[in-house]
């Protein structure tokens, strides 16, 4: 069956850290992946996605996501995370039938 | 519009009645997606509209949901007999089928009392 794991529930950095979210997933072809970020009380935004070719990709906000088939895995990261990054962030592949399948989210939380 | 925009943005309704919701999508958008977002819940899929193809109803909770997309643009949302457990926001996205990536609207925050 196909499904999407973002393992961290909750993770705090200090600001100007660097950051990485973890996001696996179970299918038995390469999914479409996109990387959605919610602010408190906002609807969700698109930061980035990824259809084929180079795996690195790069989003809105400074923060880039690799994907990597041999880990079935889809990691965002940011080099530097700034105060106004705190948010729920979403992982969701789309697994071959136009609809988004959303991971339970990880919440970051920023420290001074 | 600019964006994809949903009414109301609150309501809150008593158990039992019903309640319409309304998502108005970016112009030209093909795709328009129903999600629901409750503490415990995630993010669920409600139903799917790709243009004249019969809807994805594969996400709908119970037989009280129901949607529908008029003239391939605005949808509504109806919830007969509201139950506590509807009690959740209710996103509408948009989307050009094949593009990547949706739109999502603000949400109506539903209450159930």
């Known amino acids: 069956a196909q499904s999407v794991t973002q393992p961290d529930i909750h993770i705090t950095v200090s600001e100007g850290a660097s950051l990485e979210l973890r996001c696996n997933y179970s299918?038995?072809?390469?999914?479409?992946l996109f990387w959605y970020v919610q602010s408190p009380g906002q609807g969700l935004q698109l930061l980035l996605k990824?259809?084929?070719?180079?795996?690195l990709v790069q989003g809105i906000k400074g923060f880039e996501a690799e994907f990597k088939r041999s880990q079935s895995s889809f990691n965002l990261r940011k080099p530097s995370v700034h105060w106004s990054d705190a948010a729920e962030y979403f992982c969701?592949?789309?697994?071959?039938?136009?609809?988004?399948?959303f991971g339970t989210g990880t919440r970051l939380t920023i420290i001074p | 519009g600019a964006g994809v925009s949903q009414s109301p943005s609150n309501k809150v309704t008593e158990k039992g009645k019903d309640v319409e919701l309304r998502c108005d999508p970016i112009?030209?958008?093909?795709?328009l997606y129903w999600y629901r977002q409750s503490l415990g819940q995630g993010l669920e899929f409600l139903i799917y509209?790709?243009?004249?193809?019969?809807?994805?109803k594969s996400g709908l909770p119970s037989d009280r949901f129901s949607a529908e997309r008029t003239g391939g643009s605005v949808s509504t949302l109806t919830i007969q007999r509201t139950q506590q457990e509807d009690s959740a926001v209710y996103l509408c996205?948009?989307?050009?089928?094949?593009?990547?990536?949706?739109?999502f609207g603000s949400g109506t925050r539903l209450t159930v009392v």
């Open positions: 996205a948009s989307s050009l089928l094949g593009s990547g990536g949706y739109t």
């Open positions: 299918y038995g072809a390469t999914p479409y």
């Open positions: 990824y259809f084929s070719g180079d795996t």
């Open positions: 969701a592949p789309i697994f071959g039938n136009e609809k988004l399948t």
């Open positions: 112009s030209g958008h093909t795709a």
């Open positions: 509209f790709q243009g004249n193809s019969a809807p994805d």
